[in-house]
C-alpha cells in the first residue's frame, strides 16, 4: 500500500482513511473503535476469534464509548 496520496487510486482508501482510536482485547474478542478521515463517522469493529464472527456497529459520537463498551448490545 502505498503512503503517497498522489498515487492513492481509491482501492485501498478504507486502510489508509481509518484511525484505530481506542482498541480493547479479551478471551479472543477484539474491538476497536474507528473514525473515518473521509465521512468522520465512527464505528465499532468487532472480531470474535473462537466463533468466528465479526461485524461492525455505527457509533454516533455521543454514544461513541458505550457502542464501544458494549457492542453486542447495539449489534442487535
Not at 503512503?3 to 492513492?8: D, G, K, L, M, Q
Amino acid at each position: 500500500m502505498s503512503r503517497n496520496p498522489s498515487n492513492c487510486n481509491g482501492d485501498d482508501m478504507t486502510e489508509t482513511t481509518l484511525t484505530e482510536l481506542h482498541h480493547r482485547s479479551a478471551d479472543g474478542i477484539e474491538v476497536s473503535l474507528l473514525w473515518s478521515r473521509v465521512t468522520n463517522a465512527l464505528t465499532v469493529a468487532v472480531e470474535d476469534s473462537r466463533s468466528g464472527v465479526t461485524f461492525e456497529v455505527p457509533a454516533p459520537a455521543d454514544k461513541a464509548l458505550d457502542v464501544f463498551e458494549h457492542p453486542y448490545a447495539y449489534a442487535a
